[in-house]
């Protein structure tokens, strides 16, 4: 059966294509049918200097307005990930409100405390999200230190918008 979750980041073919649809509901206009949990992220190529998208999970909302934390399934693996930490200003949207703003790799304690949060707060799905990426994470500790892990493990980004958002 074809899973589009199985193995590295998606690079081309129908797995790619799978998983970069929710672009196209953004594009069309319907990024408030993705609710509060999904963001289009918008950063800028590293190497071509041009825009590029990925649709991500919002792991937390932070009490600050307009502040989400995303996770980096393949850790720096992910080109997203290597494009914000060479130039952290970006754009994003979640549902229908868009930011300008600054993509904030968390300090590798904070990163490993939030993501062992979000396996307390949905311990079904971040087994699943952590499994499709290569990971078997079954305690608080495992999902833990996978967050402190920048390199190998699934390191949180804090999406922090600008003033003038």
């Given at each position: 059966m074809f899973n589009?979750?199985?193995g590295g980041p998606p690079s081309k073919g129908a797995r790619r294509a799978v998983l970069?649809?929710?672009i196209k509901l953004y594009h069309l206009g319907l990024g408030g049918l993705m609710g509060q949990r999904m963001v289009l992220l918008t950063h800028t190529g590293r190497?071509?200097?041009?825009?590029r998208q990925v649709v991500l999970e919002v792991v937390a909302r932070l009490p600050e307005p307009g502040t989400y934390l995303i996770a980096s399934g393949y850790g720096e693996?992910?080109?997203w990930l290597r494009n914000i930490l060479a130039t952290p200003k970006v754009e994003y949207q979640v549902g229908r409100r868009k930011y300008r703003g600054t993509a904030v790799p968390l300090p590798p304690e904070e990163s490993g405390r939030a993501l062992a949060d979000?396996?307390?707060?949905?311990?079904k799905l971040a087994e699943r999200l952590m499994r499709s990426v290569g990971?078997?994470?079954?305690?608080p500790a495992?999902?833990?230190a996978l967050g402190a892990d920048r390199r190998?493990?699934?390191?949180?980004?804090?999406l922090r918008p600008s003033a003038a958002s």
């Open positions: 589009p979750l199985k970069r649809a929710p190497k071509s200097g041009q825009p693996r992910s080109q979000y396996a307390r707060t949905h311990p990971h078997d994470p079954r305690t495992d999902f833990e190998k493990g699934v390191p949180l980004i804090a």
